[in-house]
């Protein structure tokens, strides 16, 4: 069964944007805690690409369709697992990538959505935090997207998200989205 087109993020409202989000049915990874381990022999680095024995995945329909038994474990490790089988995979960074950003309103008011590399749409918010963690070349953004799983901010990204704090000036540096407010100066 093929996989529906992703959606042009620009000719969505948040609205919709937060429904199709809302709407996304994930298999229970969380629930699956199978015997049988092993290594997938994947990777997934920095930039979000999927390697498979130092191939890259080049079938965007696989990397999605992988993304959704991914589950991050409490040792920080991260597995691909499904009810039967437990795989472990290495992530260099962050398993996804936030690559395309949308905006509304200003301040206390904003609402930021954003599409990951592998087609997901995440509202940041409560349960979707942005995080910043300081680093020698400043702060980088981390989305929340699932149980542990995170999305660097891809750099244009980033950029963006930046012109928006500097925009906002008016207390603490950081950003408002769907009622919450992520401070920069929160860099771990």
């Known amino acids: 069964m ?40 994947m990777r997934i ?9 130092g191939e890259p995945i080049a079938r965007p329909a696989m990397v999605r369709l992988f993304s959704t038994i991914l589950r991050r474990e409490a040792d920080g490790g ?10 472990t995979i290495a992530v260099d960074d962050a398993p996804f990538v936030a690559v395309e950003m ?43 997207v699932r149980y542990g799983l995170e999305a660097l ?5 980033y950029y963006e998200l930046a012109e928006r704090i500097l925009a906002d000036q008016d207390g603490p540096s950081g950003i408002w989205s769907d009622r919450a407010f992520f401070a920069v100066g929160d860099a771990e």
């Open 2 to 41: 093929p996989m529906p087109p992703l959606p042009d993020l620009e000719s969505l409202s948040l609205a919709e944007i937060a429904r199709l989000a809302q709407d996304r049915r994930l298999p229970p990874v969380e629930s699956w805690n199978p015997a049988r381990c092993g290594d997938s022999e």
């Open 45 to 53: 680095t920095r930039d979000g690409s999927w390697y498979h024995r």
């Open 78 to 87: 991260y597995v691909l697992v499904t009810p039967v089988e437990k795989l």
């Open 102 to 144: 949308k905006a509304e309103g200003t301040g206390r008011q904003s609402r930021l959505a954003f599409r990951l590399n592998t087609g997901d749409l995440v509202v940041a918010n409560g349960d979707h935090p942005i995080r910043f963690v300081a680093t020698a070349n400043g702060p980088h953004p981390y989305l929340l």
């Open 153 to 157: 901010l891809a750099r244009p990204v």
